[in-house]
């Protein structure tokens, strides 16, 4: 019994100090440089609410504007936040609209549409802690028909 208390004692210790240590490696918080004109808000002048819509709930991860929270000054929390805005900027980046082809555009468009009505996006682990980015079935079927509406690929649109 003695010899399970100490080694309870020691990892907790281990762990605190390993906690402590780990709050060195800091993530780069800087948010890439990116011409507002090449911006997918700029490009497409979405209804206001629809923006407003964007901005809240796919731009933290899908933009060159993420805002990271106080929570994103303590490791390994911050580094599980920083590898999901990697990945979502690799896989769409907005603030890089204009970069893209017209196909690419039309691809994005269509994956965009398909991950807000199957509820992908935005990921429940984000809105857990962002309750604002949580879409509505009325603001999930409106941004849905409106990022087909946007769609260029006439073959590839979905019936009406």
């Known amino acids: 019994m003695k010899l399970n208390k100490q080694f309870v004692k020691r990892s ?6 390993t ?10 918080k800087n948010n890439p440089s990116s011409d507002p004109a090449n911006d997918f808000i700029t ?4 209804p206001p609410a629809l923006a407003a819509l964007l901005k809240t709930s796919c731009y933290d991860c899908h933009s060159n504007q993420s805002a990271y929270p106080w929570y994103t000054n303590l490791a390994p929390v911050s580094w599980w936040i920083k590898h999901h805005i990697n990945e979502g900027r690799d ?14 555009k039309d691809h994005k468009l269509k994956e965009c549409a398909e991950m807000v009505s199957e509820n992908e996006m935005p990921m429940s682990s984000y809105t ?8 509505s079935t009325g603001q999930k079927e409106e941004l849905v028909r409106w990022l087909n509406s946007l769609r260029t690929y006439e073959s590839d649109k979905p019936k009406k």
């Open 12 to 17: 907790a210790i281990a762990l605190g100090i």
């Open 91 to 104: 896989e769409l980046n907005f603030s890089e609209w204009d970069s893209y082809t017209s196909r690419r």
């Open 128 to 135: 857990l802690l962002h309750s604002d980015a949580k879409l």
């Open 43 to 46: 490009i497409n002048n979405p």
């Open 19 to 28: 906690l402590v240590v780990i709050q060195v490696f800091r993530i780069d």
